[in-house]
């Protein structure tokens, strides 16, 4: 199913349309009013985001708990934000929000963010099957030493099915004891691993995975089915997407581009839904990390 421009006007056309989704995907289920315990229907309160119970009033802000709490920007710009950051392959800065959403830049920063913020909020379900490990270096000197041991880079850890989906950390170094409870935590026990010949990930074929490797420094990038050649794709679309769309992202935020980029490498299948997918995570318990 396309969900195209047009869709998206002709779905979101006012902030009434909006909150009534936003109330939908997480309150659709609240039969019985729990102030009244009463059988209910929730009705739209004018001139302010809430729903009051029919029988007792008691009002629900279904913006409460999500990246729109406590934002007084129209909910229609919050939406076309998340439109624009789903509809490309390479992300939109707060600069180019800040044109077409009339706002101002630390307005278009901050909804940026909060946005990637919901792209990170996914769920915990465990990488299975062939999955491909490795890392990178992002950010810092642009000129010196390139890849592991470069000056002032920021180190991410990169996890990725074989045609699937994609889990990406901000980790301080690669040491054994950094990327094995990682590893533990978003891969399932029995997959096959698949990295280059850095020590760290030896302990993997002792740890009840199945562990195997390519050797980059005797120039070896593909042996059978074994290789990175996935994860090294991801890379390189971040860097050119960091460098051609951002120019330079800070080492504190750099976390949140990384989700942002591994959502939709995650979604890569689907990229017209791109959207509906990010809406959804509105309905989870809460839609904001912080």
Known sequence: MKFTISDF????????????EVFRLRHSDMKICPECEKETKFHRVK????????????????????I?????????????????????????SAKELERQLGVTYKCAW???????????NGTNEKLTGTVEIDDTYIGGKRKGKRGRGAE????????????????????????RKTVAPIIAESIETGS??????????????RADYDHDYVKHSTKEFV????????????????KRSISGTHVWISKKHSQKYVDEFAFRYSLRQTPTTMFIHLLNRLSQPSSVRH
């Open 192 to 205: 096959k691993i698949h990295s280059d010949e850095l020590l760290s990930y030896r302990f993997l074929s």
């Open 152 to 175: 002032g880079k920021t180190i991410i850890f990169g996890m990725v099915e074989r045609k699937g989906n994609l889990k990406a950390v901000k980790v301080d170094n690669i040491k």
């Open 110 to 120: 901050r909804m940026a963010h909060q946005i990637r913020k919901l792209m990170g």
């Open 47 to 66: 001139n302010r985001r809430c729903y009051e119970c029919q029988w007792c009033g008691r009002q629900v802000y279904p913006t409460k708990g999500t």
């Open 223 to 238: 042996r059978n089915d074994c290789h990175t050649q996935a994860i090294d794709g991801f890379w390189s679309q971040l």
């Open 68 to 92: 729109f709490e406590k934002s007084t920007t129209p909910l229609t710009h919050w939406f076309y934000a998340m439109y624009l950051m789903t509809a490309t392959r390479s992300g939109v």
């Open 9 to 20: 006007r002709k779905k979101f056309p006012n902030d009434n349309a909006c909150l009534d």
